[in-house]
């Protein structure tokens, strides 16, 4: 299980990240959502920019780091 907790992030770019960490591709997001893959890549391209990183690895290590979000066995 993955959880999210407190950032700076909108509750938005949250939701995105959160879904990331469970393994979602934008897609999945997108239809979980109920947004289009447009709007998945614009999120992340802001939370890339916003938390200074370049690619997906980077962004979870930084959540994980943050204590954005964490992984629990349950």
Known sequence: KVSLKRG???SR???IVLL???GKRA???ADCLDIS???V???KTNIFKKIHVHNMAEMLRYA???RL???NDD
Do not use: P
């Open 8 to 10: 700076t992030l909108t």
């Open 13 to 15: 770019e949250k939701e």
């Open 20 to 22: 990331c960490a469970k």
């Open 27 to 29: 897609v999945e997001i």
């Open 37 to 39: 893959m447009r709007t």
């Open 41 to 43: 890549e614009a999120h």
């Open 64 to 66: 994980y780091k943050n």
């Open 69 to 71: 979000i964490s992984f």
